[in-house]
């Protein structure tokens, strides 16, 4: 049972490149969202997904899109990266089939756009 | 939208000692949860400690405890018998309580605080 998986867990782009960060979990949960951390703001969500074939937006949806591809895989795309978007970002999953859980979060990945 | 402020970006604890980090959270909302994550240097978010704010009871764990006054909006976190383990970025986190439409449980951080303990 691996958890939360992100890939991959640095990278370097170029501005005006593409990439996609891959999300996977094993634990059978519904829900799945993306946060990105800055310093001094902590983790703001980008989008989720309540439910396979469902997304979101978050508060800082801009610049990114978000495939579900199924139940375990929740992908973020970065169409056009731009220096704003150098960030450490959490994947993130939680089963929501009741009131009380809690969401169980990805090693993350650390993205620098020069 | 709620807003969650964590007023001390920076605390120290002499090991074995106890520390105290504060919370304060804006909502409109009666039925919430609160929760406590830890980062270490590792990156990892980690949870540390919830509270429904429907109980009145003090959430533990261990060393951990809070200090929940709903009244005053304050979700405090407090670390007995600190170890150096716990040196870390500590973040509060508010949830909104799921009416219907399980999913959309969207949690809203704190900036954080950093606790380093000292030997």
């Known amino acids: 049972n691996a958890g939360v998986t992100q890939t991959p867990k640095f990278q370097v782009l170029k501005t005006g490149q593409s990439m996609t960060l891959q999300c996977a979990q094993d634990?059978?949960?519904?829900?799945m969202y993306w946060y990105r951390q800055d310093p001094g703001m902590g983790l703001r969500l980008i989008y989720y997904?309540?439910?396979?074939?469902?997304?979101d937006k978050g508060e800082v949806p801009n610049g990114y899109n978000v495939s579900r591809l199924n139940k375990r895989e929740f992908s973020l795309r970065l169409e056009s990266a731009a220096p704003s978007q150098t960030s450490v970002y959490f994947c993130?999953?939680?089963?929501?089939?009741?009131?009380?859980?809690?969401?169980?979060f990805g090693p993350g990945t650390r993205l620098t756009v020069t | 939208a709620q807003t969650v402020t964590q007023s001390q970006p920076e605390m120290s604890v002499q090991e074995a000692e106890t520390v105290t980090l504060s919370c304060t959270y804006d909502?409109?909302?009666?039925?919430?949860?609160l929760f406590w994550y830890k980062q270490p240097p590792s990156r990892q978010m980690i949870l540390v400690i919830r509270?429904?704010?429907?109980?009145?009871q003090n959430a533990t764990e261990n060393r951990f405890s809070v200090n929940f006054q709903k009244a005053a909006k304050s979700f405090s976190l407090k670390i007995s018998d600190s170890q150096l383990g716990d040196a870390a970025m500590y973040f509060c986190?508010?949830?909104?309580?799921?009416?219907?439409?399980?999913?959309?449980?969207?949690?809203?951080f704190g900036t954080g605080t950093r606790l380093t303990i000292i030997p």
């Open positions: 997904s309540a439910s396979e074939g469902t997304t």
């Open positions: 993130a999953s939680s089963l929501a089939e009741t009131r009380i859980y809690e969401q169980y």
């Open positions: 634990m059978n949960h519904n829900s």
């Open positions: 909502t409109s909302e009666s039925d919430y949860y």
């Open positions: 509270q429904e704010a429907y109980k009145q």
């Open positions: 986190a508010y949830r909104s309580a799921p009416l219907s439409n399980f999913g959309n449980e969207k949690l809203t």
